[in-house]
């Protein structure tokens, strides 16, 4: 799939643009990444004709909205705030405003809560009209269908706002908005409609129990299945969604032969996701942010290991994964057996050097692991305690120096006080123990049922001294409010050396994305979108620091050797090679920003305003 020639910047000037997703202003999920980072490319391309819907949720939407107040709202005469008082005068509470991004697009947020009176009348139109039946105890489809409902309304009232020849796209992301689309379609509303899936909700769930899926996918019956995982209302949804859509659209080749199978309907494009790579860019900084994140997990990595051995930090590397807790579909099952093999690898080859491996990924727990908070907080101390000495020691040291007619450097020891050995020697005893580093940061829920530690523990990669992979399992999300790490997510990516996520599921796939935007390397597989694309749009991916896992028609065993050697090459680079490979990365994240990638949905609006 080669990228189309470069589109005008002004798109389609007799049209609107409505994007409607359940993550505008409302971050649960992936799709709240593609929303938000896309954006600024799209107000490039439309203006003030564009306009993002979603619902409201007034805890979420607090941060990053500001809602216009109602003087400001008579004051506009764009069609879109034209419909949001029409539907005020009806009685509606919804809000318009401003997203807080870059960007800072015009939004209108729709609260699904008020019409649960008539939910009855919703739910029986669906089933009557359009064969969805829903289930009376399900809040999440409630809310969706009333949202659905809603939608349908303020497009109906937009129609009439606009002033022909003006039209209407509205582009409808993932069931959670596809309520409204097939009854759009059956009142006639004259908009016109895109409809994307991110992943077939049927897919993932298969994904996650079939380690055969792709093999298995064209014999699934998707009735049976959807009833079987009991999700047969939001499957009927994004079914009748897709084929109601003008244009039906998914976001790599590899969801096509989802949506071929389990939706029925051939998508008519494919939308490849990117990234906002502006809000990444440190121009020649990245190298200098890079040392100063290390430092930071140097920090932790002392506190965690260094109370029971020590290791030259200078010849560590920091590899880590993260996302989802999928077990199989994210990869984490591989990643762990390349991991020990590694471990074998590098204990036989006699080399130096360590790997630190992080699991970054989100799990019920009931606190953090107070031995490991313990060790932090000592360690604070230590350094607390070598910070006075240091500073003892210096103003005596220059006095001696100014009052000495010896130029030997004198006994540093002897300018320490007795309280500041006592203490120094009392504080280090505190805090060694010939305990192994937990592989766990966190006590779980139900940590005897958790497929990584049951992993760790079938293998003995628990962190032994004579281990060179060492692990960091991290069931939450990296924080500046995590007493641990007290640094942002993307602070801790740039920090390390290599990304690695050879997902077996994954329809697009962030995470190794984020990576090259922050100039990191990243291991994806041919099972991911974003793996795909890059096989068939990045040449000599792997020297510009983008690996790519061959999983398809491969068995476990083949496609872990493959990582397995991946790994081991990119342990056998020397800090010069590793700089360098940085620097192709960094250099190679523009083939990905928005700007570029834009021009796939702007064909789709397109093809969607040349279809009735």
């Not at 105890?137 to 409630?142: A, F, G, K």
């Not at 727990?365 to 101390?381: C, G, K, W, Y």
């Not at 690695?500 to 291991?523: D, H, K, N, Q």
Request: aromatic content about 12%; hydrophobic content about 40%.
């Amino acid at each position: 799939m080669q990228p189309p020639a470069s589109a005008p910047e002004i798109i389609a000037p007799d049209a609107l643009l409505v994007e409607v997703a359940w993550e505008v202003c409302n971050q649960v999920g992936g799709i709240y990444t593609v929303i938000r980072s896309k954006v600024p490319a799209t107000v490039q391309g439309w203006g003030d004709r564009y306009c993002l819907l979603g619902p409201y949720f007034p805890q979420q939407a607090q941060g990053e909205f500001e809602p216009m107040e109602d003087h400001e709202l008579t004051l506009l005469t764009d069609p879109f705030a034209g419909a949001v008082r029409q539907m005020r005068l009806l009685g509606y509470d919804i809000q318009y405003g401003t997203w807080l991004i870059t960007g800072r697009p015009r939004v209108v947020l729709i609260n699904p809560f008020q019409v649960y009176d008539r939910l009855g009348s919703i739910k029986a139109d669906l089933w009557q009209h359009h064969g969805i039946p829903t289930p009376d105890h399900d809040d999440l489809l409630h809310q969706v269908e009333a949202f659905g409902h809603l939608a349908t309304i303020f497009l109906q009232i937009l129609t009439a706002e606009v002033v022909p020849p003006q039209r209407i796209v509205a582009h409808f992301h993932e069931w959670m908005t596809g309520v409204a689309i097939p009854v759009l379609r059956r009142e006639q509303v004259p908009v016109h409609i895109v409809f994307t899936t991110h992943a077939t909700l049927l897919g993932r769930y298969l994904a996650m129990n079939d380690p055969n899926f792709y093999d298995h996918l064209m014999q699934v019956d998707w009735e049976a299945e959807s009833r079987n995982f009991n999700i047969e209302t939001a499957v009927r949804v994004e079914r009748a969604a897709a084929h109601g859509s003008h244009v039906f659209t998914t976001v790599s080749e590899l969801t096509v032969r989802e949506c071929i199978y389990l939706l029925d309907r051939i998508p008519d494009a494919v939308l490849p996701n990117g990234l906002n790579i502006e809000r990444f860019v440190a121009l020649h900084e990245f190298q200098n942010l890079h040392q100063q994140y290390k430092a930071k997990i140097h920090d932790f990595v002392m506190a965690h290991f260094f109370q029971s051995y020590a290791f030259d930090l200078d010849n560590t590397l920091y590899m880590f994964t993260s996302g989802r807790y999928e077990y199989h579909n994210k990869g984490f099952d591989i990643t762990l057996e390349a991991l020990a093999r590694l471990n074998y690898r590098l204990q036989q080859s006699g080399m130096e050097g360590q790997v630190v491996m992080f699991f970054i990924t989100k799990r019920p727990f009931t606190s953090i692991n107070p031995l490991v908070l313990q060790s932090r907080a000592v360690l604070d101390e230590v350094r607390e305690t070598c910070a006075a000495i240091e500073r003892q020691v210096g103003e005596r040291l220059v006095y001696a120096a100014a009052a000495s007619t010896d130029h030997r450097l004198p006994n540093l020891s002897d300018m320490v006080d007795d309280y500041w050995r006592l203490r120094y020697r009392r504080t280090l005893q505190s805090w060694k123990t010939t305990q192994l580093p937990s592989v766990i940061t966190h006590n779980l829920i139900d940590d005897a049922k958790d497929d990584i530690l049951n992993f760790l523990r079938r293998s003995n990669l628990i962190n032994n001294q004579h281990d060179r992979v060492k692990i960091v399992y991290h069931p939450d999300f990296v924080s500046p409010t995590s007493p641990l790490f007290g640094m942002e997510y993307g602070q801790f990516v740039r920090g390390c050396h290599l990304g690695i996520f050879p997902s077996y599921y994954e329809p697009w796939g962030y995470t190794p994305l984020e990576c090259v935007a922050r100039g990191v390397p990243a291991i994806t597989s041919d099972l991911s979108g974003f793996g795909d694309y890059v096989m068939q749009n990045v040449p000599n991916h792997e020297d510009k620091g983008i690996y790519v896992v061959q999983r398809q028609e491969k068995s476990f065993d083949e496609a872990a050797e493959e990582l397995t050697n991946m790994l081991w090459n990119f342990v056998l680079l020397n800090r010069r090679e590793r700089i360098m490979q940085r620097n192709k990365v960094e250099s190679s994240s523009e083939l990905f920003d928005w700007k570029n990638l834009r021009q796939y949905y702007d064909r789709a609006y397109s093809l969607a305003l040349e279809r009735k």
